[in-house]
């Protein structure tokens, strides 16, 4: 069965500095991998997805991802982090219906 | 091209009622999907529909049932509500079957239903 892990419930950055948000997942075959983002209240937005070739995806709001099929890993990254980047994230991995890790809670120091 | 629409936005229920929420999809999209978000389980997938007929479901009770409509729009509806289907409940749309190639899901603002 499909599984995704989010090792950090939250994480704390300052304004202007870099991120990563760690993603590790289980699936037998070829993942098709997704992180969305979910500001208070809201639905989730899609911000970058894998499905095949290329490992480092570029998304939405300068995020970027690297497929890692070795560690099985799906890390997001930003090089400079807005306030308004402060949210929770989601990865998530495809096998016929999506299966989503616990979340990250973003906090963004000024 | 309108988002994925879902309402009602927020609902209050008392145990042992049942409930209605609807989804839009987004216009071309065929496939829907439902999510439950609680604090305590995060999002689960409850079942996923496509030209009319379920095509995938998660392990939920069958107090929870859905239906999907010559436009595409759905329906679920949790019978016998207990406190605990207190959650935010999320419908996702997806131009094909979730799983295919390159049909990402498109996700809803959610209803918020609260079972007092």
């Known amino acids: 069965a499909q599984s995704v892990t989010q090792p950090d419930i939250h994480i704390t950055v300052s304004e202007g500095a870099s991120l990563e948000l760690r993603c590790n997942y289980s699936?037998?075959?070829?993942?098709?991998l997704f992180w969305y983002v979910q500001s208070p209240g809201q639905g989730l937005q899609l911000l970058l997805k894998?499905?095949?070739?290329?490992?480092l995806v570029q998304g939405i709001k300068g995020f970027e991802a690297e497929f890692k099929r070795s560690q099985s890993s799906f890390n997001l990254r930003k090089p400079s982090v807005h306030w308004s980047d402060a949210a929770e994230y989601f990865c998530?991995?495809?096998?016929?219906?999506?299966?989503f890790g616990a979340g990250t809670i973003l906090r963004v120091k000024s | 091209k309108a988002g994925v629409t879902q309402t009602p936005r927020y609902l209050i229920k008392t145990r042992g009622q049942q409930v209605t929420l609807s989804c839009s999809p987004i216009?071309?999209?065929?496939?829907v999907s439902w999510y439950q978000q609680t604090p305590g389980q995060g999002l689960q997938f409850l079942f996923e529909?496509?030209?009319?007929?379920?095509?995938n479901k998660g392990n939920f009770p069958g107090r929870f049932s859905g239906r999907q409509f010559s436009n595409s729009r759905s329906e679920m509806n949790v019978s016998t509500l207990e406190l605990g289907d207190s959650a935010l409940y999320l419908c996702a749309s997806s131009a094909g079957l979730a799983g295919g190639t390159n049909n990402e899901q498109f996700f809803g603002p959610g209803t918020r239903l609260t079972v007092l």
């Open positions: 216009s071309g999209h065929r496939s």
């Open positions: 699936y037998g075959a070829t993942p098709y």
């Open positions: 894998y499905f095949s070739g290329d490992t």
């Open positions: 529909y496509f030209s009319e007929t379920q095509r």
């Open positions: 998530a991995v495809s096998g016929g219906k999506l299966v």
